[in-house]
């Protein structure tokens, strides 16, 4: 099985000039924890998670008007629609993340796989797998400065 079968296909996007906001309200609409952050063109420049809004904005004091190019995830992850869902677990593992953005060969996001997708995947074992090595206790301090 690949990416391109489980992913959430062409999620919601914001570029890095949108506020905090505007990103945390994406986030409510789309049932969704992470937005990529694109640029003109449709290549991924970052991702803003929950995590992000809570650690670098709200525990900072940041106005809710913060562009999301200054709090945004820069070092990005990501798989392809023809990643084996196998090894886009094993990334997710890897880096302890618990959402990937998709990107197809010109850079563009044109999708996200979470944990959730994995598990409706059917495959139990991995996703029991994968939740435990996402988990665990990192060796590093958190790269947000909190939490």
């Not at 929950?50 to 670098?56: E, L, S, T």
Request: contains cysteine; negative net charge.
């Amino acid at each position: 099985m690949h990416v391109k079968d489980i992913m959430t296909k062409d999620p919601a996007c914001c570029d890095k000039d949108a506020s905090v906001q505007d990103a945390a309200k994406l986030m409510v609409g789309n049932d969704c924890g992470e937005i990529p952050v694109v640029d003109d063109q449709g290549g991924l420049v970052g991702v803003v998670t929950d995590r992000d809004i809570c650690c670098r904005v709200v525990a900072e004091g940041k106005s809710p008007d913060t562009p999301v190019g200054d709090i945004m995830t820069r070092s990005v992850v990501t798989v392809t629609p023809d990643t084996e869902v196998d090894a886009c677990c094993s990334t997710m593992e890897s880096n302890q993340v618990r959402r990937v953005p998709v990107i197809d060969d010109e850079g563009n996001c044109c999708g996200m796989v979470s944990q959730a997708d994995i598990a409706r995947s059917g495959a139990d074992a991995k996703t029991a797998e994968l939740v435990e090595e996402i988990s665990k206790p990192s060796q590093e301090k958190a790269s947000s400065g909190c939490c």
